[in-house]
C-alpha cells in the first residue's frame, strides 16, 4: 500500500482514482498511516455514474436513494480537481446521460409492454445457500427468477432475473394517464 507525503497526495490519489475509473474499479479508501482520522473513501466518477444508471433504470425503487449522495460527490470532486468550464460540462454530460437515458429506456420498454426486471447474478458455493437465498427473496415478496446453475471452479454461478414491482406498477400508470 502506498504512503503519500501530504503535498504530493492530492494529485497521486487523484490520478489513481482516474485510471481505476477507466478500468470500471470503484475507488479507492485513503488512510490516516497514525490512525487518528477514519478511513475515508473516494469513488470514481464512472463509478457514481454507473450506480446512477441502475437508479434511474429502476427509478420508483432505488433513485431516492442513489442520487443525491452521488450527485453531491460528483460536484465536490469536480471542484476538488478544479476542473475547467470545459472537463465540468463533459462530467455533467456523463452525469445527465446517466439520469436520462436509463430512464427513458424503462419507460419505451414498458411502452413496449416488457416487463421491468434486474439481472444480477450470484456465486455460491452450494447449491443449498442458492436454494436459501431464493426463499429469502420470495419471503420478501420479491419476484425472482433463478436460472439454472452453471458450475464453475469452486460452485456455482447463478442469474437472477427480479421482477421491479414498483417501478413496473410506476411506469404503467404514468403511461396509461396518472400524474406524479
Known sequence: MPLFDK???PERIKQIVIKLGRKGREGVVMK?????LAPLKYTCSETNCSDLKVAFRYYNDYALDFFV????????????????AEERKVRALRLGESILLPLVDTIQRKQRKENIA???????????????????????????????PVPEDDGYL????KTIMSTNDKTQALLDGETW
Open 7 to 9: 503535498e504530493s497526495a
Open 32 to 36: 490516516d498511516p497514525e490512525n487518528k
Open 69 to 84: 449522495s452521488r450527485a453531491v460527490r460528483e460536484g465536490f470532486q469536480s471542484l476538488e480537481w478544479m476542473e475547467s
Open 118 to 148: 434486474q439481472k444480477v447474478q450470484i456465486r455460491v458455493r452450494s447449491l443449498s445457500t442458492a436454494r436459501e437465498f431464493e426463499h429469502h427473496l420470495h419471503r420478501c415478496g420479491i419476484r425472482a427468477i433463478f436460472d439454472q
Open 158 to 161: 447463478i442469474r437472477i432475473t
